[in-house]
Every structure is written in C-alpha cells, then in structure tokens.
C-alpha cells in the first residue's frame, strides 16, 4: 500500500434506493449534517470523524460489476454510533417511525439495538456499560 493521506475523518460508503430520504434520516434522526450533495446519485453526511457516504443507484458505486452482479443495501455490517441513553434514543425513534432490526439486547459491554435506514442499511445504537 501506498502511503497513506493523514486525516482523521473515517468514511463509510453505504448503498441507497433513494439519496435524498437517507440524507434526510441521517440528520433528522441521528445528529449527521449534510456535506454535500449531486442529486440523485450520490451525498455525504458527517458526525464527528465520521463521514457517510450515501451513493444511490446513479453511482459510480452502483453500477454492475463485471459479473453481472448489482451492488445494494443491506447485509449486517454497520456502523456503530455510541449513545449516553438508550432506551430514551429508542423511544425518540420508535416515535418518528423509524424501523428496528433487532430488540435492545445486553452483553458485556454494553446494550446494543440495530435499526434501518431507508434502504435497509445497518445502523447500531450502543449504549457503553457502567464502568
């Protein structure tokens, strides 16, 4: 590997239906804001070090691969956003309608709960356990 550009932002690509309804969820549900956006094909959305890159069918990240198969949301890898309340932020979402994947489940370090964006992308809340 070459060596790498020094930067502290972390970038995720995640695969979306629809550019503008996850721009939309992101900064109304989860506290990102708005970097940039080329509708309908492709924005970024950041959180702190984290920056999310939303690329809709349009993308150069959406086209077919060369066997035939075609990139899309979804599977179980996901970000993971650290919250001081739970069961207040699941609340707050359940509310606005957002879709959850899974229950608030305990380990050992901490609670978790996975939940949907618009295209059917990861996302987990984790709340850290007492130290």
């Avoid at 708005?34 to 150069?60: C, E, M, T």
């Avoid at 609340?91 to 996975?114: E, M």
């Amino acid at each position: 590997m070459t060596s790498p550009i020094e930067d502290s932002t972390v970038s995720v690509r995640y695969l979306v239906d629809d550019v503008a309804a996850a721009i939309d969820f992101y900064t109304v549900h989860l506290g990102f804001t708005s970097n940039s956006a080329l509708l309908p094909a492709f924005a970024d959305v950041r959180r702190g070090n984290l920056r999310l890159l939303l690329s809709g069918p349009a993308s150069s990240a959406g086209r077919d691969l060369p066997d035939g198969r075609r990139p899309q949301p979804g599977g179980w890898n996901r970000i993971h956003l650290i919250v001081a309340d739970i069961d207040a932020e699941v609340a707050r979402l359940r509310a606005a309608g957002v879709s959850f994947r899974s229950d608030v489940v305990k380990g050992p370090g901490g609670r978790q709960i996975v939940l949907d964006d618009p295209a059917g992308n990861p996302v987990e809340l984790f709340q850290p356990a007492p130290a």
